[in-house]
């Protein structure tokens, strides 16, 4: 079993993210001994926005295929998206910019798009200063979960899990109690399936 590990938090040991990406992988670990991990951290090894280039012997070109070749090849993705400005970090989206291809993991036919990344699971590890989940009076700002759900389900994939801590900016208690009860989220069982 192959697993794609991204970090996005700038807020390194101060991550909530991170500490719940590990958590993830350490279960994945656990469950799947033989479990091959490829790790990208995209803020200490930031990928450029991506733009078109011409010269297909640029380093961004063969970078961006080197991971693309890896996606295509994983069976799980476990992400590190915490919410900025309502968003994802821009080093998350410069990542997605380099799986999402046009005929690679994705295409337009007779009936619209369609989704050529499917049979993976993505776990999505989100954290959020404040509250935006369902329900939540700042749902409607949720631009985050809603869109990593959006453009990996544009990509095929439908095996989508969302490991949340929310809340971890308004007190400490309510931080550590968000943690907590993401952690226990955090179930073996699940990985069983993957």
């Given at each position: 079993?192959?697993?794609?590990?991204?970090d996005?938090s700038?807020l390194?040991?101060h991550?909530?993210s991170?500490?719940?990406?590990a958590?993830?992988?350490?279960?994945?670990r656990r469950?799947h001994?033989?479990?091959?991990?490829?790790y990208?951290?995209?803020?200490?090894?930031?990928l450029?926005?991506?733009?078109?280039v011409?010269d297909?012997?640029h380093?961004?070109?063969?970078?961006?295929?080197?991971?693309?070749?890896?996606?295509?090849?994983?069976?799980?993705v476990v992400i590190?998206?915490?919410?900025?400005?309502?968003g994802?970090?821009?080093q998350?989206?410069?990542?997605i910019?380099?799986?999402?291809?046009?005929g690679?993991?994705?295409?337009?036919?007779?009936?619209g798009?369609?989704?050529?990344?499917g049979g993976?699971k993505?776990?999505i590890?989100?954290?959020r200063g404040?509250?935006?989940s369902?329900?939540?009076?700042?749902a409607?700002m949720?631009?985050?979960?809603?869109?990593?759900?959006?453009?990996?389900?544009?990509?095929g994939?439908?095996?989508?899990?969302?490991?949340?801590?929310?809340g971890?900016n308004?007190s400490?208690e309510?931080?550590?109690?968000a943690?907590?009860?993401?952690r226990a989220?955090?179930a073996?069982?699940?990985?069983?399936?993957?």
């Open positions: 079993m192959k697993l794609i590990h991204l996005s700038a390194g040991a991550s909530v991170r500490e719940l990406t958590a993830i992988v350490e279960d994945y469950v001994p033989g479990l091959q991990v490829q990208h951290d995209l803020v200490a090894e930031p450029p926005h991506w733009t078109p011409a297909a012997d380093p961004t070109v063969a970078r961006g295929g080197e991971l693309l070749e890896e996606f295509l090849a994983a069976d799980v590190g998206a915490p919410m900025y400005n309502f994802i970090p821009s998350l989206k410069a990542w910019d380099r799986v999402a291809v046009a690679k993991t994705f295409r337009y036919g007779e009936n798009p369609e989704g050529l990344a993976k993505l776990v590890a989100s954290s404040g509250v935006y369902a329900g939540s009076a700042g409607a949720d631009f985050q979960e809603t869109y990593l759900r959006g453009v990996f389900g544009f990509l994939i439908t095996d989508i899990e969302v490991v949340r801590a929310e971890v308004m400490a309510h931080k550590q109690k943690i907590a009860a993401a989220s955090i073996g069982e699940q990985r069983k399936a993957a």
